[in-house]
């Protein structure tokens, strides 16, 4: 079965400094991916970036960085130089090699960005 | 382009009573979802779809109904709701296919059963 686990229910963070939000993951695929999304409190679920197991190097998308440790079978997003607009939740999910479209979902971070 | 619509925004029910979630989408996706969010506990797949007329279970389905007539629309129905039934729903689509399909989420429906 798959699993994602996020360790941290909150953190805070100092606008302009980086952060860095923890997913691990379990599956028995040898091909799947790994995906960021981010919940304002707004609550729209917001698509940040994608990793794919295969991939080499860490995908980047402007101030986020996924650091994919696949050994470790962590999946883990930094978001460089914070703003205040950062403050949100943020979801790291998984989909398998199954060809169905479902992701599962982990528990959630809520990431305070501090002035 | 819309995206993906979901309505009612807020609904409030009474237990016993039935309704249906409506979810569209206008970017042709082949691959329709429902999620459901309760605190803490992160989004959980009910039903999805991989095509007009193709549907399956996902982690609780248990209340729930799904058809797919069209590529466009994937409606979501309560058959008798439940106060365990109080939660956000999320609607998703993606084009489907490998595992670099991404899912585009609808705004949310956000469900009280008294």
């Known amino acids: 079965a798959q699993k994602i686990t996020q360790t941290q229910p909150g953190m805070f963070v100092q606008e302009k400094e980086a952060v860095t939000l923890d997913c691990t993951y379990d599956?028995?695929?040898?091909?799947?991916?790994l995906f960021w999304y981010k919940q304002p409190s707004s609550g729209e679920m917001i698509f940040l970036i994608y990793?794919?197991?295969?991939?080499?190097q860490n995908a980047t998308e402007g101030r986020y960085s996924l650091n994919f440790q696949k050994a470790r079978k962590s999946a883990n997003l930094v978001i460089s130089a914070s703003q205040l607009g950062d403050s949100a939740m943020y979801f790291c999910?998984?989909?398998?090699?199954?060809?169905?479209?479902?992701?599962?979902f982990g528990q959630g971070t809520t990431l305070q960005v501090k002035p | 382009n819309a995206g993906v619509t979901q309505t009612p925004k807020f609904q409030v029910l009474k237990t016993g009573q039935s309704m249906t979630l409506q979810c569209a989408q206008d970017?042709?996706?082949?691959?329709m979802s429902w999620y459901r969010q309760d605190p803490g506990m992160g989004l959980r797949l009910i039903h999805y779809?991989?095509?007009?007329?193709?549907?399956d279970q996902g982690e609780v389905p248990n209340g729930y109904n799904v058809s797919r007539s069209t590529t466009e629309d994937f409606p979501l129905r309560l058959l008798s709701a439940a106060p365990s039934q109080t939660s956000v729903y999320f609607c998703?689509?993606?084009?489907?296919?490998?595992?670099?399909?991404?899912?585009?989420f609808g705004p949310g429906t956000r469900l009280t059963v008294l």
């Open positions: 999910a998984m989909k398998g090699s199954g060809n169905t479209g479902k992701l599962i």
């Open positions: 970017m042709n996706h082949e691959y």
């Open positions: 779809s991989v095509g007009a007329g193709i549907t």
């Open positions: 599956t028995s695929d040898q091909s799947y991916g």
């Open positions: 998703a689509s993606s084009m489907g296919g490998p595992i670099t399909d991404t899912q585009y």
């Open positions: 990793q794919g197991s295969y991939d080499e």
